[in-house]
């Protein structure tokens, strides 16, 4: 096939390619491959459409059910399955009695496979006889329904709607999913072309079609591997991508609504200028080298872009600026910071506290912000902190500190957060950065001086220096605190995205559970996920509540081994826990299952995706950590640790493609209880 495409490309009456035009399809044409193979490309003037391949009989009947128009309303250009009303394709209602049943016409395609979104409709709740039937044509039109099909939506029965959904325009049944469901149509009005604007440049035509630009592109595009159709961009991510932000932008949107993609393609495009230097970053290395790899697949045509393009790490592109601009750090280690708060203690200071809570305390909010003095202790927001400390208490514990900056300091050793502190220094006194652009992925989960280091940056570079992607409702490795305070304001240039590529409707559905429709940052920024939608359809998530875990093992052994017989390879299976202290737990079902396969914490898992997910140990005492939890005086603070513990588990559960399980010992998680409501 990618022989003749290339074929195609250079010299469509080439020797071999018998191209034949399809007489009842005007426009459409098709092209032998081998003896049985044939593409169907539509033809219109200067440019051609490689529209399907399939066998010769299938392709001929492919090409006469469809036509290649653009959207009466919307302007974007759709492949349109003709909808026949013959009378083998009419069913009949019958989920109620009725004296005289009438036939309901159903597009063609409809029946050719069975309905499988039972699950459609919320817990307890039955789709309505005709869920679209009180729809207008406006209601219609906006959403992206061809007019063909304005009356085969109404009359779609509640057994039909899968069927309907697998023969509309993508854009349309992605808004109609979401309307049965308990969504608002209002969420999905497409965006509606200018007059005479090009009908494969509208967003959700580009969702359809690559346009390629020449011969060598067209090789480029043909021999990637698949992980390069992996990264191709949905029209709904394309706007932020190439817009011209006049300051820091952030794109949000739940798990897998192609953030990451997001943030990708805007690197790679801010890359595309000649005169820009980008950064591309995230928080761990493992995730920056998942990110280098797609970057190398996406700039293969474009080797210019892939040179100025650096994909790292944020600690580790900090570290690398640090020892250009000043000299190799030398990094204090935890294990330093603990023997220095004993030291400080055995010399008399501290009294009144333990040092777990002048480490916590160090390492949450002193070193965190960047304190230096007791005034800035007194003052700093102590948002997650369990303990309310008075002027005595502040006063005792401070003494700990300032022993700890000296006595670090003598030793001329850093922490993370004083290299960020200095090279913020450093910046806004005119040091010269290596790049003109920074790109964060995972962005909710930046430190405070992580985000003072790159709101100075922002300040010295270019109106679109700074582009964020990210989700608040997967922050779990900092408690919150107020972007705009720190100077990163990105009120006014702030995106949700709405569609789910990676987790099963089934798993969204349930993982959304965990989190409130709408979640507010401490900027007052609200990110929504009502109109969230996924593409795809998989099994209900396994929910099983156990006497104890030697049950619980055995429980969800039996279960990954049901996977693994269904063809799911053993490292697209993952077992996750809350911490190191139930990893047994996980190695115990993985063992009897006589498969390798992961064990991690849900903390190690963020950013990853797997086919099947098990998550163990959700038991009461487990998660949310009492440890978290005990001492808290504050109701705020309480809210807080109880956000970042559900954040913790909906990063656990999203990390599931197709199948998920979730286990525990009884009476289990209280987040269970959400869940299953």
């Given at each position: 096939?990618?022989?003749?495409?290339?074929?195609?490309?250079?010299?469509?009456?080439?020797?071999?390619l018998?191209?034949?035009?399809?007489?009842?399809?005007?426009?459409?044409?098709?092209?032998?491959?081998?003896?049985?193979?044939?593409?169907?490309?539509?033809?219109?003037?200067?440019?051609?459409?490689?529209?399907?391949?399939?066998?010769?009989?299938?392709?001929?009947?492919?090409?006469?059910?469809?036509?290649?128009?653009?959207?009466?309303?919307?302007?974007?250009?759709?492949?349109?399955?003709?909808?026949?009303?013959?009378?083998?394709?009419?069913?009949?209602?019958?989920?109620?009695?009725?004296?005289?049943?009438?036939?309901?016409?159903?597009?063609?395609?409809?029946?050719?496979?069975?309905?499988?979104?039972?699950?459609?409709?919320?817990?307890?709740r039955?789709?309505?006889?005709?869920?679209?039937?009180?729809?207008?044509?406006?209601?219609?039109?906006?959403?992206?329904?061809?007019?063909?099909?304005?009356?085969?939506?109404?009359?779609?029965d509640?057994?039909?709607?899968?069927?309907?959904?697998?023969?509309?325009?993508d854009?349309?049944?992605?808004?109609?999913?979401?309307?049965?469901?308990?969504?608002?149509?209002?969420?999905?009005?497409?965006?509606?072309?200018?007059?005479?604007?090009?009908?494969?440049?509208?967003?959700?035509?580009?969702?359809?079609f690559?346009?390629?630009?020449?011969?060598?592109?067209?090789?480029?595009?043909?021999?990637?591997?698949?992980?390069?159709?992996?990264?191709?961009?949905?029209?709904?991510?394309r706007?932020?991508?190439?817009?011209?932000?006049?300051?820091?932008?952030?794109?949000?949107?739940?798990?897998?609504?192609?953030?990451?993609?997001?943030?990708?393609?805007?690197?790679?495009?801010?890359?595309?200028?000649?005169?820009?230097?980008?950064?591309?970053?995230?928080?761990?290395?493992?995730?920056?080298a998942?990110?280098?790899?797609?970057?190398?697949?996406?700039?293969?045509?474009?080797?210019?872009?892939?040179?100025?393009l650096?994909?790292?790490?944020?600690?580790?592109?900090?570290?690398?600026?640090?020892?250009?601009?000043?000299?190799?750090?030398?990094?204090?280690?935890?294990?330093q910071?603990?023997?220095?708060?004993?030291?400080?203690?055995?010399?008399?200071?501290?009294?009144?506290?333990?040092?777990?809570?002048?480490?916590?305390?160090?390492?949450?909010?002193?070193?965190?912000?960047?304190?230096?003095?007791?005034?800035?202790?007194?003052?700093?927001?102590?948002i997650?902190?369990?303990?309310?400390?008075?002027?005595?208490?502040?006063?005792?514990?401070?003494?700990?500190?300032?022993?700890?900056?000296?006595?670090?300091?003598?030793?001329?050793?850093?922490?993370?957060?004083?290299?960020?502190?200095?090279?913020?220094?450093?910046?806004?006194?005119?040091?010269?950065?290596?790049?003109?652009?920074?790109?964060?992925?995972?962005a909710?989960?930046?430190?405070?001086?992580?985000?003072?280091?790159?709101?100075?940056?922002?300040?010295?570079?270019?109106?679109?220096?700074?582009?964020?992607?990210?989700?608040?409702?997967?922050?779990?490795?900092?408690?919150?605190?107020?972007?705009?305070?720190?100077?990163?304001?990105?009120?006014?240039?702030?995106?949700?995205?709405?569609?789910?590529?990676?987790?099963?409707?089934?798993?969204?559905?349930?993982?959304?559970?965990?989190?409130?429709?709408?979640?507010?940052?401490?900027?007052?920024?609200?990110?929504?996920?009502?109109?969230?939608?996924?593409?795809?359809?998989?099994?209900?998530?396994?929910?099983?509540?156990?006497?104890?875990?030697?049950?619980?093992?055995?429980?969800?052994?039996?279960?990954?081994?049901?996977?693994?017989a269904?063809?799911?390879?053993?490292?697209?299976?993952?077992?996750l826990?809350?911490?190191?202290?139930?990893?047994?737990?996980?190695?115990?079902?993985?063992?009897?299952t006589?498969?390798?396969?992961?064990?991690?914490?849900?903390?190690?898992?963020?950013?990853?995706?797997?086919?099947?997910?098990?998550?163990?140990?959700?038991?009461?005492?487990?998660?949310?950590?009492?440890?978290?939890?005990?001492?808290?005086?504050?109701?705020?603070?309480?809210?807080?640790?109880?956000?970042?513990?559900?954040?913790?588990?909906?990063?656990?559960?999203?990390?599931?493609?197709?199948?998920?399980?979730?286990?525990?010992?009884?009476?289990?998680?209280?987040?269970?209880?959400?869940?299953?409501?």
């Amino acid at each position: 096939m990618k022989i003749t495409a290339f074929d195609l490309a250079q010299d469509e009456s080439g020797n071999g390619l018998s191209l034949h035009r399809v007489e009842a399809a005007p426009g459409f044409w098709t092209a032998r491959v081998s003896q049985d193979i044939r593409i169907v490309l539509h033809k219109d003037g200067q440019h051609t459409l490689l529209a399907w391949v399939g066998h010769h009989d299938d392709a001929y009947h492919w090409a006469e059910r469809r036509r290649l128009v653009p959207h009466e309303r919307t302007g974007a250009m759709q492949l349109v399955e003709i909808v026949e009303r013959t009378e083998e394709r009419l069913v009949y209602t019958n989920t109620v009695e009725e004296a005289a049943p009438a036939p309901v016409a159903v597009p063609t395609g409809a029946l050719a496979r069975p309905a499988s979104r039972g699950d459609l409709p919320p817990a307890g709740r039955s789709l309505p006889l005709r869920p679209f039937a009180q729809l207008s044509d406006d209601d219609l039109l906006n959403v992206g329904v061809p007019r063909d099909w304005l009356d085969a939506v109404r009359s779609a029965d509640e057994a039909s709607v899968d069927g309907l959904f697998s023969s509309l325009p993508d854009e349309a049944a992605e808004a109609l999913l979401d309307f049965a469901t308990g969504g608002r149509l209002q969420d999905h009005v497409a965006l509606q072309a200018s007059p005479g604007a090009d009908p494969f440049a509208h967003p959700d035509a580009q969702r359809r079609f690559r346009a390629v630009d020449g011969v060598e592109e067209l090789k480029a595009a043909l021999d990637a591997p698949f992980a390069q159709w992996a990264v191709f961009l949905h029209p709904a991510q394309r706007a932020p991508v190439t817009r011209d932000w006049r300051g820091p932008a952030r794109v949000s949107g739940s798990a897998g609504t192609g953030k990451t993609i997001v943030a990708l393609h805007r690197a790679v495009h801010l890359a595309g200028r000649t005169e820009a230097q980008v950064l591309l970053t995230t928080f761990s290395k493992p995730l920056a080298a998942s990110l280098a790899g797609k970057a190398e697949l996406m700039t293969e045509a474009a080797p210019d872009a892939r040179a100025r393009l650096t994909v790292r790490a944020i600690d580790q592109a900090a570290y690398e600026l640090y020892v250009r601009a000043f000299g190799q750090p030398n990094m204090a280690t935890a294990s330093q910071v603990r023997a220095t708060i004993k030291a400080a203690m055995d010399s008399g200071l501290g009294a009144g506290h333990s040092p777990a809570f002048l480490y916590e305390e160090w390492d949450e909010l002193v070193d965190a912000w960047g304190l230096h003095d007791a005034d800035a202790y007194a003052t700093v927001p102590r948002i997650g902190r369990r303990t309310r400390l008075g002027p005595k208490q502040r006063e005792s514990a401070w003494a700990v500190f300032a022993f700890v900056r000296e006595r670090l300091a003598a030793r001329g050793v850093v922490t993370t957060a004083d290299v960020y502190g200095r090279l913020t220094r450093w910046v806004e006194d005119g040091g010269r950065l290596p790049f003109t652009h920074v790109v964060v992925d995972e962005a909710q989960d930046l430190s405070v001086a992580q985000a003072r280091f790159l709101a100075a940056v922002g300040r010295a570079g270019i109106a679109d220096a700074l582009f964020f992607t990210g989700d608040l409702g997967q922050r779990i490795f900092h408690l919150p605190f107020s972007w705009a305070k720190l100077g990163l304001d990105v009120r006014g240039r702030a995106q949700v995205l709405k569609v789910c590529y990676r987790t099963s409707h089934q798993i969204r559905r349930i993982a959304d559970r965990l989190l409130a429709s709408e979640i507010t940052d401490q900027d007052g920024i609200e990110e929504s996920r009502r109109g969230t939608v996924s593409v795809f359809d998989g099994p209900d998530p396994a929910i099983g509540l156990f006497d104890d875990a030697v049950a619980e093992a055995a429980s969800v052994s039996t279960w990954l081994r049901s996977r693994l017989a269904e063809g799911v390879a053993a490292n697209e299976l993952v077992v996750l826990v809350r911490s190191e202290q139930q990893l047994d737990r996980g190695h115990a079902a993985v063992k009897a299952t006589g498969s390798d396969m992961r064990v991690m914490t849900m903390h190690d898992a963020k950013g990853l995706e797997f086919r099947t997910v098990a998550v163990m140990a959700l038991d009461e005492d487990v998660l949310p950590d009492p440890g978290r939890l005990s001492g808290i005086g504050d109701v705020a603070d309480l809210e807080a640790i109880q956000d970042a513990e559900r954040h913790l588990l909906y990063v656990a559960a999203t990390r599931a493609r197709d199948h998920l399980m979730l286990s525990g010992v009884a009476p289990g998680s209280e987040f269970l209880d959400d869940i299953m409501k």
